[in-house]
């Protein structure tokens, strides 16, 4: 049964810092891998997705890598901003099932 | 192009009420997911609906059902309603296996 992990579950950091969140799972057959950040109450927001034949993507400011073999992924976000306060939640595909769900890193950048 | 729609946004219950949840699937997609995410956690598969049947199921009881319509939209039904059911219901769609795109979520407080 895959299993997927964030550390850490919260973090604050001060504006303009770099940062990278950590995301595990436990069976690197997976298909692909998405990153979404989620405001208070509201819905998903799709950040990035990563096909299990890449090893980064990269939108603006971020960046996420994936390690099949060792069973991780990392989203780097650069020169933060008060905006980027969110929960960043990763979850993994494996074709046909359904995504799993970290329980998500809670990012509070402060002015 | 449209992007995932639920309705409604906010809904309150009693216990042993029925509720049902409604989506509209994004433009050109054929699979709907449903999830729920209690406070603090990461989404839990309910159920998917590929062409109007249903394509895997999660941990949940029968009295969660669903349905998908001819145009891919979908329902959630829950029966009995217990406290625990109180979560955000999420719905996401998707071409096949797809990256998923997820609507704004529906907010249910059950008393």
């Known amino acids: 049964k895959q299993e997927v992990t964030q550390i850490p579950a919260a973090l604050s950091v001060p504006e303009g810092e770099n940062l990278v969140l950590n995301c595990s799972f436990t069976d690197s057959a997976i298909y692909n891998l998405q990153w979404f950040r989620q405001d208070p109450g509201k819905g998903l927001t799709s950040l990035l997705l990563?096909?299990?034949?890449?090893r980064e993507q990269t939108s603006g400011r971020l960046n996420a890598s994936l390690d099949k073999s060792s069973g991780r992924s990392t989203l780097y976000i650069a020169a933060s901003q008060p905006g980027d306060s969110a929960t960043y939640l990763c979850a993994v595909g494996s074709g046909n099932t359904p995504l799993v769900f970290g329980k998500g890193t809670r990012l509070s950048v402060i002015a | 192009e449209t992007g995932v729609t639920q309705s409604p946004t906010h809904l309150i219950k009693t216990r042993g009420q029925q509720v049902t949840l409604r989506c509209s699937s994004q433009?050109?997609?054929?699979?709907v997911s449903w999830y729920q995410q209690a406070l603090g956690q990461g989404p839990q598969f309910i159920f998917q609906y590929y062409r109007e049947e249903e394509n895997g199921r999660g941990n949940f009881p029968p009295r969660f059902s669903g349905l998908q319509f001819p145009n891919y939209s979908s329902e959630l039904n829950v029966n009995a309603l217990e406290l625990d059911d109180s979560a955000l219901y999420l719905c996401?769609?998707?071409?096949?296996?797809?990256?998923?795109?997820f609507g704004p979520g529906t907010r249910l407080t059950v008393l």
């Open positions: 433009s050109g997609h054929n699979t």
């Open positions: 990563i096909q299990s034949s890449q």
């Open positions: 996401a769609s998707s071409r096949a296996s797809g990256e998923q795109f």
